[in-house]
């Protein structure tokens, strides 16, 4: 189960931390990602950290602006927004995939089975 929290009203240039915490004892062997979804559009890719390497993924609308970490002594994952933009605003969603031997495409929603459900940010101009 997932919970995803930290959402909420904001200025353009400001910054948030959205945080997702998930029940279980093998949160290290979950993949993490953030997926994002404005209103009349479809649900999108926003950051990634896989499970023991901590490699990190974003899409290119974030870069440079956001972080992805994980605490895994916590079972949370977190999502720092740096200079945060109207654009941003959406309903952000925590999801997580079981760790795989092979390739994983970390933007592909598809690719998780379990998803939290949501938080608003809100990006005033």
């Known amino acids: 189960q997932l919970q995803a929290s930290g959402g909420g009203l904001v200025q353009a240039g400001g910054s948030l931390r959205l945080s997702c915490a998930a029940s279980g004892r093998t949160f290290s062997e979950y993949a993490m990602g953030w997926f994002r979804q404005a209103p009349g559009k479809e649900r999108e890719f926003v950051a990634a950290?896989?499970?023991?390497?901590?490699?990190?993924y974003y899409a290119d609308s974030v870069k440079g602006r956001s972080a992805i970490s994980r605490a895994n002594a916590k079972n949370t994952v977190y999502l720092q927004m740096n200079n945060l933009k109207p654009e941003d605003t959406a309903v952000y969603y925590c999801?997580?995939?079981?760790?795989?031997?092979?390739?994983?495409?970390?933007?592909?929603?598809?690719?998780?089975?379990?998803w939290g459900q949501g938080t608003q940010v809100t990006v005033s101009s």
């Open positions: 950290i896989s499970w023991s390497t901590g490699n990190t």
């Open positions: 999801a997580a995939k079981a760790r795989i031997s092979g390739s994983w495409y970390p933007s592909r929603s598809v690719e998780y089975a379990y």
